[in-house]
């Protein structure tokens, strides 16, 4: 697989060949060589993304994506620690029907790095709860995103309620295609300067 850089191809060899601790080890290298930014967005991302492609060739199998996103998640999941308290809040979910949350779990990490209370609400999101939600914690910023663009367009209504309330984002290829259909401003596909972009709109973030 030619697309791949020698220590991505070691990470997609480890994950497809269910090798869970030299994945973790190819994971660890990274991060303590590299940083949480490089780990995510020039490792875990683009090889979860070539595992999709595999995939559509019929190289991988849905078993072997499920265990690859399975330890995937749990290892970035354990970085996570200790969680933030009383920082800016940030919400991150997918809405309604998306299970697609491993990019916005990716993003979550970034910001609790730079010091955000974040809340990380997932796949699958009533979004109309998260509304009601956000009017009694009153986060600075919400992120909804997803891969497919139907799930979006489907929860307009909610979307519009959380952007009275507070500042919204949109991510993921979802929020690319509909970009000027629905309220909220549309972050960049990658994650590190998603972040960024995140990081600079806390002063003009409304918590109302
Ligand atoms: C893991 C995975 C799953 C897991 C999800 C696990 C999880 N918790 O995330 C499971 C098994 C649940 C799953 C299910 C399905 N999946 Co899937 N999945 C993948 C896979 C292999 C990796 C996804 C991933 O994390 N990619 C890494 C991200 C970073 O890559 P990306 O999606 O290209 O994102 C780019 C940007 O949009 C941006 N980005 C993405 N999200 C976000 C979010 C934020 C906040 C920001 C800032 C940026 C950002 O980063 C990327 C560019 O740098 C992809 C393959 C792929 N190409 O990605 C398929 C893929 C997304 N899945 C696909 C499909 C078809 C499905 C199913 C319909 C399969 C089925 N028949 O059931 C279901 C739908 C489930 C649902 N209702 O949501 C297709 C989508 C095709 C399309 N878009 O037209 C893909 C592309 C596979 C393929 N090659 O066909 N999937």
Redesign the pocket.
């Known amino acids: 697989m030619p697309s791949l850089t020698p220590t991505q191809q070691a990470l997609f060899d480890a994950l497809v060949g269910l090798d869970e601790g030299g994945a973790v080890l190819r994971l660890e290298e990274c991060r303590t060589q590299l940083g949480l930014g490089p780990l995510v967005?020039d490792l875990v991302?683009?090889v979860?993304?070539e595992?999709?492609?595999g995939?559509?060739r019929g190289e991988v199998s849905?078993a072997q994506?499920?265990l690859?996103?399975q330890l995937v998640?749990s290892y970035l999941e354990s970085l996570r620690r200790p969680p933030v308290v009383g920082g800016h809040q940030v919400w991150?979910a997918?809405p309604p029907?998306?299970?697609?949350?491993?990019?916005?779990?990716?993003?979550a990490l970034l910001l609790w790095e730079q010091g955000w209370e974040i809340r990380f609400f997932?796949?699958?999101t009533p979004l109309h709860d998260l509304h009601r939600a956000t009017r009694i914690v009153h986060p600075e910023i919400v992120?909804i995103?997803?891969?497919?663009p139907r799930?979006l367009r489907a929860a307009a209504v909610p979307l519009d309620l959380i952007a009275q309330e507070t500042t919204l984002?949109l991510?993921?290829?979802a929020?690319?295609q509909v970009e000027e259909e629905l309220p909220g401003r549309v972050?960049?596909?990658?994650?590190v300067?998603?972040a960024q972009e995140i990081r600079e709109l806390l002063p003009a973030a409304r918590a109302v």
């Open positions: 967005a991302l683009p979860m993304r595992i999709g492609l995939w559509e849905v994506e499920h690859a996103t998640r991150l997918c029907r998306e299970l697609h949350d491993l990019p916005l779990l990716a993003l997932g796949a699958n992120v995103s997803g891969d497919d799930r984002l991510g993921g290829r929020a690319h972050l960049p596909p990658d994650v300067a998603a």
